[in-house]
Every structure is written in C-alpha cells, then in structure tokens.
C-alpha cells in the first residue's frame, strides 16, 4: 500500500434561511406572524459571516490584498468585485468595532504597555498620489496575555500615543522616539529598549575594537541572564536582576563614559553617537530592575507589528482613512488571536 498527501479545494455554499409564517385562525386581527431572522453582524447583506471572517483572515493573518482574492474567488466562479470585498470589509471591522473597544480598555488597565509605530502609505482620493500614515500597535504586558491593538494615524503627530493611552498609568517600553517624552511623569515611567541600544553599538564600525567588542559582550551577558530567568518566580527574577543584570549595566556605562572622559571618542562617529544614545536614555536603562515583571527591551511591539510590515508589502497602502481605521481593528483581533 502506498500513501500520498493529496489536496482537495475548500468551497464555498449557499446557506437557506427558512422562516416560517403563521395565521392565527382564532384571532385574525393578528395577521400573518413571521419568525424573527437570526441576529446577523451585517443585517440586510447576502454574504454570510463565515464568508466575511475569510476575507479578513486572508488579508490579516495571510497578507493576501483584496484584488487577489477577487481574482481567487472568479477562478471558482464567484464574481466578487474588489469593491465588494473592500466593503465587506469595513462592514466587518464596524461589526466588530465594541470587541476593539473592550481590547483597548483591557490593555490600558495593565500597568505596563509595549508600544511601537511603522509607515504606512495612504491613499489621497483624487490626487492619484499617496501620503505616509501610521500605524501605532499598543502590546499589553505585566501579566496576561500579550493582548495587542493597532491603531491607525494620517500623521505622527507626538499626541497620537497621548490621546491613546489618556489617562494610563505604569510603565511604557518603548524606543527613543521624541513623541514618548510627553508621556513620562511620576506616573507613567519609561522602559529603555536595548535591543536599540545594542543596534547602534553593532552598527557602529569606526569605534575602538576592544571597546567595542567589551560592550557588545556586556551586553550579550545581560541577555544571558535574561533568557536563565524565563519563567522563573518573580522572587528570582527580581534577585537576579539585582545582584547580576543591575553591575552588567553599571559596568556598560562605566566604561562607555570613561571612553568619552578619556577623548578616545569622537562625538560625531557612529560610536560616539552609539554612546551618546545610551547615556541619554538616563535612569530608563534601568528601569526594568524596578519590576520583574517588566523587560529589558521593546521585543513585544516589535514581534507584533511585524506582520502588518509583511502585509504592506503586498497590499501597499491603505485606500481610505476608513480603510486604515479598519485594518486596525481587524489586525488587533487577528493578531491578538494568533
């Protein structure tokens, strides 16, 4: 006997919706009674919710843009227009706009936030021509699941994450970008990334090899601590950041400002830039010691808006601001499930 792995094509079917009617012979004032439709998300549309959860699925979690599924579906003989599915999908993302709702307010009463931004082109109506929006995605950290919303932007003004976040308290990860530094008081700290932090000291050839070279290795050992305290009890975590990560990071800033001291540095070169970005950062470098709940870079918001980074090399850019505000949506659900 022989066994192969065969394919057999998905397809699509008509569902019948029956509703009976019903007269009242002992009561004819009553007329003709009919049995209520099902509750369906888009009243009044011929398309079933299966149908609309596909579209979103292929776009969101496959990166499958809206006129290749219009050419999927006519090579089954479905003639779907892409306009149709365009609206299909807003009409989903409306359906679903109260789950959205309740995904922000869960991720904004944790005390700790992952958050990052990437462009994304839109499309200006009339004009042929495209601009560059945002899309801001919000990961909830502290404990839960790592809960994430997108939220789309036609600009990235500093008070987008302000008028997101409003009145959270806790801490933010998040990289350098000036548009944080509103946010950060007595209430809301920051969290340096150094995943960022050792980006730039990677990048930066034109410095002192054994330098250079001790940094990277500080920093790898820093990591090292980390990946041992994965899954540990907090009571561990919080001692060995203590006792081991917290003389890592002293020794990285030691070193790094007794180059600068020295004049070995040159303030305009890669490294001296590389250097500069560190101290600069201040007491945030530090600040995932306070918790061990917290983490030493931004890696949640970065993992998490890497699938729209894959999406928008096939679908391009966003139509509308209705079409982005709905990606948005539609991705914070998608992605949240996955």
């Known amino acids: 006997m022989v066994e192969k792995l065969a394919f057999r094509p998905g397809g ?21 009674v009919r049995a209520p439709a099902p509750d369906f998300a888009v009243p009044g ?7 609309l959860a596909g579209v979103v699925f292929d776009k969101c979690a496959m990166h499958l843009p809206l006129y290749r599924q219009a050419e999927r579906l006519a090579g089954l003989d479905l003639d779907i227009g892409r306009q149709t599915l365009c609206r ?86 998040a990289d350098a970008y000036k548009g944080y530094e509103d946010l950060f008081n007595d209430d809301v700290r920051e969290c340096a990334c150094w995943m960022h932090i050792r980006r730039k000291f990677v990048e930066a050839l034109d410095g002192p090899p054994g330098l250079r070279d001790e940094v990277l ?47 070995d540095i ?20 530090r600040t995932f010691l306070e918790d061990p709940r917290l983490k030493p870079d931004n890696g949640e918001s970065e993992r998490a808006i890497r699938p729209l980074a894959i999406g928008r090399r096939n679908w391009l850019f966003a139509g509308s601001k209705n079409g982005g505000d709905a990606t948005g949506i539609l991705l914070s659900l998608v992605q949240s499930c996955r």
């Open 12 to 32: 699509y079917y008509v569902k019948r919706f029956v509703y009976p009617k019903y007269a009242a012979p002992s009561a004819p004032l009553l007329g003709v």
């Open 45 to 51: 549309g011929q398309y079933d919710e299966s149908f």
């Open 88 to 173: 299909l999908y807003l009409q989903a993302a409306d359906a679903l706009s109260p789950l959205y709702g309740a995904l922000k307010a869960e991720i904004l009463s944790r005390d700790a936030i992952f958050t990052d931004d990437t462009p994304v082109a839109l499309q200006v109506k009339g004009r042929g021509q495209t601009v560059t929006g945002r899309m801001w995605v919000y990961v909830g950290g502290g404990t839960g699941p790592p809960l994430r919303v997108f939220e789309f932007t036609v600009d990235r003004k500093k008070r987008r994450p302000r008028e997101f976040l409003g009145n959270f308290k806790g801490y933010i990860h």
């Open 217 to 263: 290795r500080l920093i790898r050992n820093l990591y090292r601590y980390e990946r041992l305290l994965d899954g540990k009890p907090p009571e561990v975590v919080a001692a060995v950041r203590r006792e081991r990560v917290g003389p890592v990071i002293d020794a990285i800033l030691e070193r790094t400002a007794a180059a600068v001291r020295a004049g």
């Open 266 to 285: 040159l303030p305009r070169s890669d490294f001296g830039k590389a250097i500069a970005y560190l101290h600069n950062r201040g007491g945030a470098v």
